[in-house]
């Protein structure tokens, strides 16, 4: 008889149904071994694994063993965000590039020290000879954030100080990387398009007198035009976004790579495929695809008993996307409200006034409102939520012309200078391996040899 030497369909789907069966652990375990899921506490807060310098999310306080819920704060190196984005706006000029400098430093730089820094960061934009073409043109990605976790790994095979973990060399990978990541992901995107949605491929030169914010835009737009407005609005996402703390999910992430003695280039490839999930930094398309979704299934906007009757829907897990989530509301830390999702309402709402694009924002500032009373009137929950930074950044970034396909790589872009700090941070003072433990619930068994089974 003929023996098979091959899988068939038929045997993967049986195998994968035992794979299940041999994988899914009862709920009840959790809380009978006293697992800290998610690494958090059962009243919501983070268990503590880290200490940090950096940054300080800030969203309640524990008053006599209770939980007290406060209006959140974001603290770069002791710098209360708003008071960094409120003087850059009032001295009409860019913040990104001085937010590196602080959170990579630990202070704020004086002029000469910005300008020579902007200049630094502008001149390590160039992608090494033939990067794009054997790394970018040849292996087009349908998502950009592969692209982008790839070509930084693919870095490494450029840099023949790769292994190189001394402080100077981790600093000048940390800002190659930095002033790179907006070149890479433009040119990602344009072969994207060429390769995926059968449109025309640009590739624009780097311009060395613009900053990130500026590179962004130029490097997207087939003319090069932006207006200083647009330029600012995008400036201010960047540094709304450029650190939140160790223990969020891709932070914790490179910490954890850090600490096995990995190389800069894996512990930030890293970083990257975490930012990627949904529960992440790809809640920000999760919103605007919401926001289709209301728009496609509202019909009047401005009428909150409609856009209430259609929110329960989604909270029933009837519409949307099944997931019975409100996306953009509610945060592991904030709870009052999430300071970056104030400042940067605020500023879209100040821009988006007399556009067609306004009553989108009017319509997710509806569903913001919205939100806890309908939660608790369908779930029974009456926990405190507030819109975080996802609500309204993807609009933002729509306001600005800039593809969906694009808004996690550009939070990506935005963070990657919150990931070195920390990353630095844990090569200085970590230490150890970071290797939390996992209660193992499997029952003892007797090999049988293969004959026998």
Known sequence: MRMRTIFSGADITNLCKEMKNNSVIDQ??????????????SDGTGVIAGITNICNVHGYIVN???IEAIPGELIYRGYNINDLVSNVEDENRFGYEETV???LFGHLPNKDELDMFNTYLSLQRELPPGFVEDMILKAPSKN???KLARSVLALYSYDDEGENSSIENEMRIALSLIAKM???????YQVKKRHFDNASLVMHPIKYEENTAQTILSLLRTNREYTLEEAQLLDILLMLQAEHGGGNNSTFTCRVLTSSGTDAYSAYAGAIGSLKGHRHGGANIKVI?????FKANIKNWSDEGEIADYMRKIIRKEANDGSGLIYGMGHAVYTISDPRALILKKKAFELAKGKEIEAEFKLLDTV????????KEVKGSSKTMCANVDMYSGLVYRMLGIPDELFTPLFAISRMVGWSAHRIEEVLTGGRIIRPAYKAIAAKREYRKINDR
């Open 101 to 103: 400098f602080l959170l």
């Open 289 to 293: 695809q919401m926001l289709d979704n």
């Open 368 to 375: 913001e409102k919205l939100t806890p009373e309908i939660f």
């Open 144 to 146: 950009i954030m592969n």
């Open 28 to 41: 009840k375990l959790y809380e009978k071994f006293h697992v800290k899921r998610g690494l958090r506490r």
């Open 182 to 188: 907006p070149v890479i992901m433009s040119c990602a």
């Open 64 to 66: 006599e063993g209770e």
